[in-house]
């Protein structure tokens, strides 16, 4: 999903901008709440705005599934349906009051929300698609069958409204103030550690977790917000129709809240509020429409993917970046990133080694019985010809490729069978040869997520100023409210390295991070990698330039067909017989200098 | 004894509807790595063309299957291009929404022209089936079991013997490799969406007269399909079979001995069982993401 993400503010300027925004929001909710009071609407107006409230809030549930953290969530009209019966049979055969059963069907919708995402959500995206239609199959199965309960296909009327808000207007009061409520939760949610998280795994699932973000977990979240979100809308609807039956909560419906999210835009609380708004409102204005109006809605849905895929919020928000003059970005003053955790040792002790580790695609060896020691304090290279298992070991050594066998420890723990972002909470930073970065956020929440490691703790505040120190440090500060994917090749790349860097890593895994450099840029990555070294950092680096490799490694191991063939210091190895064989495929004096593999 | 051996034969009937489906969707996912949530509704519109040409126009019954098929060739390019084709760059979300979208326009637009009373289509026998001791073989079943039978057959002769087949199956693996060796990678992701509207029409062909022809027919098979697929394990095309006929066989058993308003909850139930203890499905392999 090509959801936009908020254009980065400058830093100092939030918690001033945030306060007048809340004052402001919290003045709006309660103009709201006092017009629903004040103002005598008719029984029609009151109904359509008490349904457009309740869906919102629904509907703000997909913000967080669809837009942050892109999920599909094809069952929303099930958990809106699970809070609505807890309430409507909770307050009439059960004489719960209604806040007891209100209370139970969040809860509910919420678990079953957990019980689906526990399940499903290791899988790939078209999974979860059926999986969320399968369990709003089943629930609109139970509604109507099981008579006993449920009542059936009659439905359950005459549920009851809370005490104090029995009459309808202060009942859509409530329901506006919990809407201005959730709204506001949800656009908050997207700042913090969870919403940064969820928008990573979005952006790019697997660097997400190589930079220490548990992307299940996070999903989960995700998902069992939204059921809760889902729960708490149908709750409240059933309170304000008095009445409900099982069609109310079909797959089709569930198709409408999916709908409201997009063509609103998924990305943004607004967005899921106007889309809300709007297809509460165009089906009455549109009665015309009547007997075609889902098929219209059909045909909107794939018009908005195709044309405007950010849905009318997304829309808006770009076209206001694009008018608004562009400031630069001002970080203003920057204290120097403090790179590691512990006083930089240079006793040449051991970081990391590796004991026959071998990992087999079928037939193939990619990495066969290779044996490794890295050391802390330098920069070690790992060097051999295309397809000769350098990124399948990367891949192992953090975690993305399970091994077939053989042990990995780093730091004297074993951690062989550890999940990606466990070895990067242990201090294992990562780069990729490909660079995968979280395209929809800006440079400086890019640098945040890596920054956010529960070893890296920081006051509050602190964590921005240490993400812009990363920055700082790689140069390119002054682009940290940029869009990721507004940047050069080569800043991206220098982005990536500062996303490793602010979380603190004690070993640095660096896959070509030279490749598709031009020779300035190079010259300055060569400098970067020195001062690493010199800030005490262990560099592990996959490179095919010899000369950048000889300028910055103090120790080379050459891999061939998954085996080790040498390792050394770097006048031996490139000396090797069987290195010179396996760069130039037969036995020649010559080193292999500077034009890389052939 | 007898009623169970009904039972099996007709669930391995039933299955073989799913299995004909799934086999559509096996064949866009790997073609495209999309499922094709309207896959279901292909069927449902040979069915209702069915109903158009036979019955409304009295058109021979023979012809009415051929132009309803040519009938969905063209729709499988139609909807290449309006659903998958503006989106092809884009990750697999935005498709699944707009297939989504496609299956919501097409039942609607469906019910809008021809209403919501179920229609029904004779079979192209006079003769209902025949006994062989206490089991009774319907001929709408037989047939069905036939037709997916040639049509694996079919298939399997295309993928591994002509260089057309070829040609797809290289598509399906390596979009971007196929490319640079010169296969016109959208002609063959044109000619797999066609191909599975026909076989998605096959399907509704075949099972109109067993069952109603309704709005909804299409998306409870594609429904069934979906999960026979998962449970096969994805884009495997034995999977999409047997995955079919397994579920066809639950489902029937289900409905006979334990309850018939819960039929079709059962298939969902293996589903969820198959992605709690094998998520890759019988005969899939687990596939990661290259780094």
Avoid at chain 1, 226 to 244: C, D, K
Avoid at chain 1, 397 to 410: E, F, K, Q, R
Wanted: hydrophobic letters at 55%.
């Amino acid at each position: 999903m090509s959801a936009s993400a908020l254009s980065g503010k400058n830093p100092r300027n939030t918690a001033g901008g945030s306060a007048l925004a809340l004052a402001l929001y919290g003045a709006a909710a309660i103009a709201a709440v006092a017009a629903a009071l004040a103002i005598p609407l008719s029984a029609y107006a009151l109904n359509l705005l008490m349904q457009a409230t309740t869906y919102a809030i629904a509907v703000l549930g997909l913000t967080i599934v669809l837009g942050y953290t892109g999920l599909i969530n094809l069952a929303q009209a099930a958990f809106f349906g699970l809070g609505a019966y807890s309430v409507a049979l909770g307050t009439t055969a059960f004489a719960l009051p209604f806040w007891v059963a209100l209370a139970i069907g969040v809860v509910l919708a919420a678990a079953a929300g957990a019980v689906l995402g526990l399940t499903s959500l290791r899988l790939g995206g078209h999974y979860l698609a059926m999986v969320t239609i399968s369990f709003q199959t089943i629930l609109t199965l139970v509604l109507t069958n099981w008579i006993a309960l449920t009542r059936g296909p009659d439905g359950v009327p005459n549920i009851r409204r809370p005490v104090l808000l029995a009459e309808s207007g202060p009942y859509l009061g409530l329901c506006i103030a919990v809407l201005f409520v959730v709204a506001w939760f949800v656009w908050r949610l997207k700042s913090t550690k969870l919403g940064r998280a969820m928008q990573a795994v979005r952006d790019n699932e697997l660097a997400a977790n190589v930079v220490g973000v548990d992307a299940y977990a996070t999903k989960v979240a995700a998902f069992t917000l939204s059921a809760l979100l889902g729960g708490f809308g149908g709750a409240l609807f059933a309170g304000g129709f008095a009445y409900v039956s099982p069609d109310q909560f079909s797959f089709a419906e569930s198709v409408v809240f999916l709908t409201m999210a997009l063509l609103g835009g998924a990305a943004a609380p607004a967005g899921a509020v106007l889309g809300t708004g709007l297809l509460i409102l165009l089906p009455e204005w549109l009665r015309f429409l009547k007997v075609i109006y889902l098929a219209v809605y059909g045909g909107a849905v794939i018009l908005i993917m195709v044309f405007m895929p950010d849905g009318i919020w997304g829309y808006a928000m770009t076209l206001w970046r694009k008018l608004r003059h562009e400031r630069p970005f001002d970080p203003g003053l920057i204290a120097p990133l403090a790179l590691t955790r512990e006083t930089a040792r240079d006793d040449g002790s051991i970081i990391l080694s590796v004991h026959r580790l071998s990992k087999h695609f079928g037939g193939l060896k990619a990495v066969d019985d290779v044996d490794l020691t890295i050391r802390r304090n330098t920069v070690h290279a790992l060097i051999g010809p295309n397809g000769s298992g350098k990124t399948t070991l990367l891949n192992l050594l953090n975690g993305i490729v399970a091994s077939t066998g053989g042990t990995i420890t780093l730091e004297g723990v074993d951690v062989t069978g550890l999940p990606p972002y466990r070895r990067a909470n242990r201090g294992l930073g990562r780069t990729f040869q490909n660079i995968r970065l979280f395209g929809a956020m800006s440079v400086l929440d890019n640098v945040m997520v890596g920054a956010e490691r529960p070893h890296n703790a920081m006051p509050a505040g602190g964590l921005e100023r240490h993400a812009l120190a990363a920055l700082d440090f790689v140069g390119i500060a002054a682009r940290a409210g940029a869009r990721v994917g507004s940047l050069s090749y080569g800043h991206q790349r220098l982005v990536e390295i500062a996303r490793a860097l602010a979380g603190s890593p004690k070993l640095l895994l660096l896959d070509e991070p030279g490749a598709g450099l031009n020779h300035v840029e190079k010259d300055e990555l060569v400098r970067l990698l020195k001062r690493l070294k010199g800030h005490g950092l262990t560099i592990f680096i996959i490179d095919h330039d010899m000369a950048m490799v000889e300028q910055v490694a103090g120790h080379i191991t050459v891999l061939n067909f998954g085996k080790r063939i040498a390792d050394g210091a770097p006048s031996d190895v490139l000396r090797h017989p069987d290195v010179i064989a396996a760069y130039l495929g037969e036995e020649r004096p010559a080193l292999p200098r500077s034009h890389g593999a052939p | 004894m007898g009623f169970n051996l009904q039972l099996l034969f007709t669930g391995i009937g039933v299955g073989s509807i799913y299995a004909l489906v799934a086999l559509g969707f096996a064949l866009i996912y790997r073609a495209t790595n999309v499922v094709n949530f309207a896959q279901g509704d292909f069927a449902m519109l040979g069915a209702f063309a069915m109903v158009v040409l036979a019955i409304d126009l009295e058109l021979p019954y023979w012809l009415s299957i051929l132009i309803t098929l040519a009938l969905l060739i063209g729709f499988g390019a139609l909807f290449n291009l309006c659903v998958y084709y503006p989106l092809r760059n884009r990750s697999f979300l935005p498709v699944i929404i707009s297939t989504i979208g496609a299956s919501i326009l097409l039942e609607n637009g469906v019910l809008a022209a021809y209403g919501p009373r179920p229609q029904s289509l004779d079979s192209i026998f006079s003769i209902p089936g025949f006994s062989i001791g206490e089991i009774f073989f319907d001929s709408q079943y037989i047939v069905i079991l036939f037709v997916t039978v040639v049509m694996v057959a079919l298939q399997y002769v295309f993928f591994e013997r002509t260089l057309l087949g070829k040609k797809m199956q290289a598509t399906s693996q390596d979009k971007e490799m196929a490319s640079l060796l010169g296969i016109p990678v959208m002609g063959m992701i044109m000619i797999t969406f066609m191909y599975s509207a026909v076989l998605g029409g096959i399907a509704g062909v075949l099972v109109a007269p067993v069952l109603f022809v309704t709005v909804g027919m299409g998306s409870s098979i594609a429904l069934k399909a979906f999960a026979a697929c998962i449970i096969g394990g994805f884009g495997d095309v034995t999977g999409a079979i047997v995955g079919g006929i397994a579920l066809g066989v639950i489902e029937t058993f289900g409905s006979a001995y334990v309850s018939v308003p819960y039929k079709d909850a059962f298939a969902f139930l293996v589903l969820f069982v198959f992605l709690l203890v094998r998520p890759q499905g019988i005969f899939g392999e687990r596939i990661s993401e290259k780094a």
